[in-house]
């Protein structure tokens, strides 16, 4: 008999032992999968078909549950929307501190009661576009330091124009225990505009939710997760694999919603799932359990079956495997020698005392990795070489430019007999170019380059006639650390030659410099209020950080400091520098970088 060409490749792509064990397998074990087949997949319907059914029941009810709670929960805090009082309060100034406290003294009580009722709500928290927070709880207490406008989770909750349960977070805005609570939102609607104009947070308990979803109501094995469709959020008594829980969506989405009952894989497991939606919301009832743990007869049957088949299997192993094993040890040690040389790995194999062929081919493959360590240390010496030709061609370029232009300034002032602005300015000049060529290898403690920017503000001040109004706020752990001379400098001199105008006052144009030293990463955020850049200029440096500023854009070419100063950045700290700008024209301009807390292995 002559078989299919794609047969045999599979077959020659076979080891000699797997070729001996295959044909084992097939004159033993198929003919048991046959017989097993027909009798488990009756089993098996029956069984799903009935956890199916109970389940698709239960997930209804614990959704019917849910809404119900929390139309309740809705529905008593009803009286307080209707009350003169808090309506008053809502269009209340935020300024208007003794109106709020009356019309607080009037609609509290109402607030207090609902609680009382509720021991499971935290607290209500209430908050809107005038600036008012109003926060009521009898187990918590507000921090009144809490900045909401600068919170995303609440600013975003004016976005919402219809009740919502939040996934769970933590109560951030509250003194000492930070309970992790679900967020009932009741936004408050300007009828004119349609527009969000304040909102009503209900904080709930995260454990009475969970209380909702006990899974052994269902009187069948499983787990029973509150999901939520838009973030993937889930919520259950007991830990939820994310892996399923990723498997189930994209199965949800394949499934259609024809029906509320589907199996479903993830990994290696079967899955039996059944769900049901909380209405009017974006949250999902979801139940789901391995087959495995559902079929208890039809795992019996396979049992059975398995048993029947690992015994032949094991006949089968003995036969093909002790042998051939002992003959193609050397092989397969070459063969894992060669893995671990595509993964870069110059890992030689033990000859043995071996001189038949196979010690060949292992004699022959440790000689090539000798010749390959030595060739990639030739090349990483050669690129070492060209990075540190490249860095001091840039590091030439910055002197030079500075200056030229500070000895014009020093003539200027010399020409007008101002010896005290001279001399000054020298000393400026002196101590930043004793700091430049100093022989450091072109490192530097943080002080010391903080102490050039300060001396190229003195010089900038005379070249001039106005200060730069500039704030600096060191982190204290991060001054000694070694850092790139010429690291941070040139974005202050960048943020007064194109963010700055002798027209702007000393409000219109402010510069903050801010380091802080976390997990052994240097944070540098410089941080201007000037002119901001253009669209098509910010494009531009964005590709050029991109391209770790390598960009052959022909604006650079105009532009060599801007240029310069990443192509700096990147030679040094090499992939472990992380760059972002942002900007907008009359709004100023913000770079942030992380770079290595001390030399970087790049160098």
């Known amino acids: 008999m002559v078989l299919p060409a794609f047969v045999m490749r599979i077959v020659n792509r076979l080891s000699l032992k797997f070729k001996l064990f295959v044909l084992l397998i097939l004159i033993s074990i198929i ?12 089993m098996f319907r029956s069984g799903t ?78 908050i809107d576009r005038l ?78 939710v969970k209380s909702m979803l006990r899974g052994e109501q269902t009187g069948r094995p499983g787990q029973v997760i509150l999901m939520h469709t838009r973030t993937g959020a889930t919520v259950s008594e007991t830990p939820v694999d994310s892996r399923v829980m990723r498997d189930f969506n994209n199965a949800l989405v394949d499934h259609g919603g024809s029906n509320q009952t589907f199996l479903f894989s993830s990994g290696h497991t079967e899955y039996q799932a059944s769900y049901a939606a909380l209405p009017d919301s974006e949250w999902l009832v979801v139940w789901t359990a391995p087959l495995n743990t559902i079929n208890k007869a ?27 094993s002992v003959i193609l040890r050397p092989l397969y040690k070459l063969k894992a020698g060669m893995l671990n040389l595509g993964h870069g790995k110059y890992v030689p194999i033990p000859q043995g005392g071996r001189y038949d062929e196979i010690g060949y081919l292992v004699r022959s493959f440790n000689q090539m990795l000798e010749k390959l360590q030595r060739m990639e240390r030739e090349v990483y ?10 860095l001091l061609q840039l590091q030439a370029q910055i002197n030079p430019h500075f200056l030229f232009n500070t000895l014009e300034t020093i003539d200027s002032y010399a020409s007008r007999n101002n010896g005290d602005a001279v001399g000054d300015m ?36 005379y070249r001039n006639g106005q200060e730069v109004s500039a704030r600096f706020d060191i982190d204290p752990a991060a001054m000694d650390v070694p850092v790139m001379k010429l690291s941070i400098q040139p974005f202050i001199e960048n943020a007064i030659k194109y963010g700055w105008s002798p027209n702007m006052t000393a409000d219109e144009f402010k510069l903050v410099v801010k380091v802080s030293l976390q997990e052994n990463r ?25 391209e770790q500023g390598e960009s052959k854009d022909p604006y650079f070419g105009s532009h060599t400091g801007v240029r310069n100063t990443f192509r700096r950045l990147f030679l040094v700290y090499g992939s472990e520098t992380e760059v972002v700008v942002e900007s907008e024209p009359g709004a100023g301009t913000r770079f942030r970088f992380r770079i290595p807390a001390g030399r970087s292995s790049n160098r």
């Open 31 to 42: 003919p048991i999968t046959l017989v097993a087949y027909n009798s488990n997949t009756f």
């Open 49 to 126: 078909g009935y956890s199916g059914s109970i389940s698709s029941q239960y997930v209804d009810f614990v959704s019917t549950e849910l809404n119900a709670y929390l139309q309740s929960l809705n529905q008593s805090f009803d009286p307080l929307f209707s009350s003169p009082a808090f309506v008053h309060y809502m269009g209340t100034p935020d300024s208007w501190l003794k109106d709020q406290a009356e019309d607080l003294m009037r609609f509290r009580p109402l607030v207090r009661s609902s609680l009382q009722f509720h021991p499971e709500v935290i607290g209500v928290l209430y």
């Open 131 to 208: 600036g008012k927070v109003y926060f009521d709880s009898y187990q918590r207490q507000l921090d009144p330091a809490y900045a909401f406008g600068e919170d995303p989770w609440y600013q975003k909750a004016f976005r919402i124009n219809r009740n919502a349960l939040s996934e769970p977070h933590a109560m951030q805005y509250v003194l000492y225990s930070k309970d992790t609570t679900f967020s009932y939102i009741r936004p408050i609607l300007d009828t004119d505009t349609g527009v969000t104009r304040a909102v009503f947070v209900l904080e709930i308990q995260e454990n009475r």
């Open 298 to 324: 039809v795992r019996q049957t396979v049992q059975l079956s398995l048993l029947i088949a690992v015994l032949s299997l094991l006949t089968a192993l003995i036969v093909a495997f002790p042998v051939m």
């Open 381 to 390: 010496q050669a690129n070492l070489r060209e990075k540190e030709r490249e």
């Open 426 to 461: 020298v000393q400026s000049v002196s101590r930043m170019m004793r700091f430049t060529v100093r022989n450091d290898n072109g490192w530097a403690p943080l002080r010391e380059e903080l102490d050039y920017i300060r001396n190229f503000l003195t010089i900038h001040y």
């Open 522 to 546: 240097l944070e540098v955020d410089i941080e201007d209020t000037g002119t901001g850049m253009q669209p098509d200029v910010l494009r531009r440096i964005r590709q050029l950080i991109a």
